[in-house]
């Protein structure tokens, strides 16, 4: 590893010799509509045939030869194209203001960056979809959401309908980093999963990273859902929002300080339990089913130089009677972006990230008895977080920076009053703190070979006060039980470190085709244990210990990319493979909830993940959208599992087909469509049975796992957008958003189990269970003014 660290020394140290005789153009890319900064606009210079992109911030740089003319030329699908001129003798100041072209163009687009990024940028496995592209396809009750909407993408999965998170190659979705302007977010849904915490009026960018990982990543060993929120309308005031049939939401944004700082605020509610109040009576009459989020961002422009920020969310569901149980996550974000000279930037950032849930009975306190039962548990993170960028030539661009994050966690504060008398169940907090440093380069070579490489080293303690517990094991993969516990009062209870080495390369076969290959190790010490067919808002989060060790991943990747017909059309074929080690997975009957053992309920083994995914997409014209296709398997091998053997994951799908079609009419009508087809999730059903005092019993004799699969599932949408002809309050626009949800009345299986007939208990019988299972048609109104 030292080596590596030298060389990527020593080409910065050469490199920089080298650019002494030369000067800097940089400067930052905005929207002329509403000074949103651009993030990946193409920064061409034609007299070298090569240039830049746009940072996560807007920011560009370029260290050119002096005494030279220049041809600069600033490319954004959807803007219009700007060609600037320049005689570079000193370091020169250039940004620039993009014009939407859209209404030139006159139809959709499904993307917003340089028509030949997919080819010519060393990026491989990443995908990036535009919030214009989400807000057309048809979605569940008419409400946009981005984390459905990234399923239709290929590699990405999920256990069914309703189901907390997603699944990207093979991992489970506590391996998905999902960061909300670079807070992490733990738990991404509202309602059971069936939408995500992201207000589509809110959220600027959206990038989906799932392999060749860059080195400024870390944490989690599946992919990064990086979702970058909207700064406000720098130029006007501007309002957005949209009544729809099961919650509205409203956004507010607009410039201060004379138009150098700007701020949105935008929230949501639902409001089933208000529709549904008057017919709820006995005891449904005090029910409450709801959730709600706030989204808020400010920015403010000190100089040329600094640029300060700060952005925040706040969300709940509330969900129950008598008995029910919420949960919600808080994060707030200060970003600082510093230019120190024309070649190095910063961007420093500090975060805290909360979720909580709670479980209550008696909530109403209708129990004269006073027995009540009060349950909270809870993970809060905080995090500095400095990331510098180098540009040293149009040829290498060096990232460099680190993180330190501070984790609180509580499994469970709980009390239990029964006859009076109460009862202290509660679990022991813990703590922790992990730190990483890494360094990374991108470098081109020459026209047609370009290098991403980099290293990061992750650090992570244990910390007290805490218990650590050691376990005998009497049977294999039975409950362990234990046998001794140290208590610390402080200090470190135990640590782990690791390296991360980070690589992709590309090579442009021709100006329309690309190969590119990848490798990236990837680290979590982080874990979310959950022992049922999908993740519920009450499963736990854990923390790496003496007994659950870091999950590990190394994963490969080979891509072919090819662009037709002048960039109308794009495709790609990529294979992968992923080797994971330290899965978790749990005994038969493991409880986690509430049990100072719970890691005597833990087994560990390893994975395997491989696959192809082709992907097919058409940028322009009236009928744009994508096809991608998925071929894949997830495995896992665990001790006392499956007899030891290799079984197929709970969320191991072989087949994944989707297609997302757009077709612009004319200038107010539009037409959109989607169809996905997935292969049915494993699952384990008896195998024989047995009577015994007068009922058949169900029993997996050969202790095999996830031998068998619930059906497929497949489902149609459609929907429609009619804009509309007069105008909001004399001034403003508005639209009907018309949606059909699984159109032909598929009764997909969330999953299927084996119980006795209830008119005779010596009968078994299958049970099939569909959370959706008919058509959900809906409408919306949306409007900005």
Avoid: C
């Amino acid at each position: 590893m030292k080596h590596i660290f030298s060389i990527l020394l020593w080409l910065g140290m050469a490199t920089w010799a080298y650019s002494q005789e030369k000067r800097t153009i940089s400067g930052y890319i905005k929207d002329a509509s509403n000074g949103e900064s651009l993030i990946g606009v193409s920064v061409y210079v034609r007299e070298i045939g090569n240039g830049t992109v746009t940072n996560d911030y807007g920011y560009y740089a370029l260290n050119l030869p002096t005494g030279v003319s220049y041809t600069l030329v600033f490319n954004y699908i959807g803007y219009e194209k700007v060609e600037k001129k320049v005689t570079l003798t000193d370091d020169l100041k250039l940004s620039i203001e993009l014009k939407d072209e859209s209404v030139k163009l006159q139809e959709v687009i499904v993307k917003t960056t340089k028509e030949d990024e997919n080819v010519k940028n060393i990026e491989m496995s990443v995908n990036k979809v535009e919030m214009k592209t989400i807000r057309q396809m048809p979605a569940l009750l008419g409400e946009v959401d981005l984390v459905r909407s990234i399923q239709l993408l290929p590699g990405v999965t999920s256990v069914g309908e309703g189901a907390s998170g997603f699944n990207v190659r093979g991992g489970n979705i506590d391996q998905n980093l999902v960061l909300l302007d670079e807070a992490p977010v733990f738990n991404a849904s509202h309602l059971f999963g069936f939408f995500s915490v992201f207000n589509p009026d809110a959220v600027k960018d959206v990038k989906l990273v799932k392999g060749g990982i860059p080195a400024q990543y870390g944490g989690r060993i599946s992919s990064i859902l990086d979702v970058r929120l909207k700064e406000g309308n720098a130029k006007k005031r501007e309002i957005n929002g949209g009544i729809g049939t099961i919650f509205s939401r409203l956004s507010y944004e607009q410039p201060f300080a004379k138009s150098k700082g700007s701020f949105i605020v935008a929230g949501r509610r639902s409001y089933i339990d208000v529709l549904a109040k008057p017919f709820l009576n006995g005891d449904l009459k005090n029910s409450r089913f709801y959730f709600y989020d706030l989204t808020a961002k400010a920015n403010y422009r000190i100089d040329d130089k600094n640029t300060v920020f700060a952005s925040g969310y706040f969300g709940r569901d509330v969900f129950g009677a008598d008995f029910g149980f919420e949960w919600g996550n808080q994060t707030a974000t200060v970003r600082w972006n510093h230019v120190f000279n024309n070649k190095l930037f910063m961007n420093a950032t500090a975060f805290y990230s909360n979720y909580d849930y709670g479980l209550e009975s008696d909530r109403n306190n209708k129990n004269k008895s006073g027995d009540k039962f009060k349950w909270n548990s809870s993970i809060k993170t905080w995090s500095m977080k400095p990331d510098f960028t180098y540009y040293l030539t149009p040829n290498n661009t060096v990232t460099f920076g680190g993180q330190y994050i501070n984790y609180s966690t509580k499994p469970g504060t709980a009390t239990a009053i029964s006859s009076g008398e109460e009862r202290n169940i509660s679990l022991d907090p813990r703590y922790a703190d992990e730190s990483s440093l890494y360094i990374g380069n991108d470098q081109k070579l020459n026209e047609w070979l370009s290098f991403q490489y980099g290293i990061r080293y992750s650090y992570f303690r244990n910390l007290g006060p805490g218990t650590a517990y050691e376990f005998l094991e009497v049977v294999k993969g039975d409950r362990k039980l234990p046998v001794s516990e140290k208590k610390y009062e402080s200090g470190v209870i135990n640590t782990y470190g690791n390296w991360e080495p980070r690589f992709s390369t590309k090579i442009e076969v021709s100006p329309s085709t690309s190969i590119k290959a990848s490798y990236n190790r990837t680290a979590q010490y982080l874990h979310l244990l959950s022992n049922t067919a999908a993740s519920s808002p009450l499963d736990v989060w854990t923390l790496s210990s003496k007994i659950i060790k870091p999950q590990l991943a190394d994963q490969v990747a080979l891509g072919w990319f090819q662009n037709f017909q002048e960039n109308m059309y794009e495709a790609s074929l990529e294979v992968y493979y992923k080797k994971l080690q330290n899965q978790i997975d749990y005994v038969a009957n493991s409880d986690l909830l509430l049990n100072t053992y719970l890691e005597g309920d833990l087994l560990f083994g390893n994975g395997r993940a491989y696959g192809a995914e082709v992907y097919v997409k058409k940028n322009r014209g009236k009928l744009t959208g994508w096809v991608s296709y998925t071929l894949a398997r997830t495995e896992r091998k665990i001790e006392g599992i499956n007899n030891d053997n290799w079984f197929p994951a709970r969320f191991d799908k072989t087949h994944n087909l989707s297609t997302v079609v757009l077709y612009q009419l004319n200038d107010r009508l539009s037409f959109s469509a989607n169809f996905a087809f997935n292969t049915g999730t494993p699952a384990t059903f008896p195998t024989n049975r047995f009577e015994w005092g007068g009922w058949t019993l169900p029993q997996n004799v050969d202790n095999s796992r996830n031998a068998a699969r619930i059906p497929a599932y497949h489902r149609l949408d459609l929907g429609a957008t009619l804009k509309s002809k007069k105008k909001l309050f004399g001034k403003g626009q508005g639209e009907w958003v018309l949606s059909v949800y699984n159109v032909y009345n598929r009764r997909n299986p969330f999953s299927m189990y084996v119980r006795q007939n209830e008119d005779n208990n010596l009968k078994t019988e299958a049970v099939r269970y569909a959370v959706i299972g008919s058509v959900v048609p809906a409408i919306t109104y949306n409007f900005k003014f």
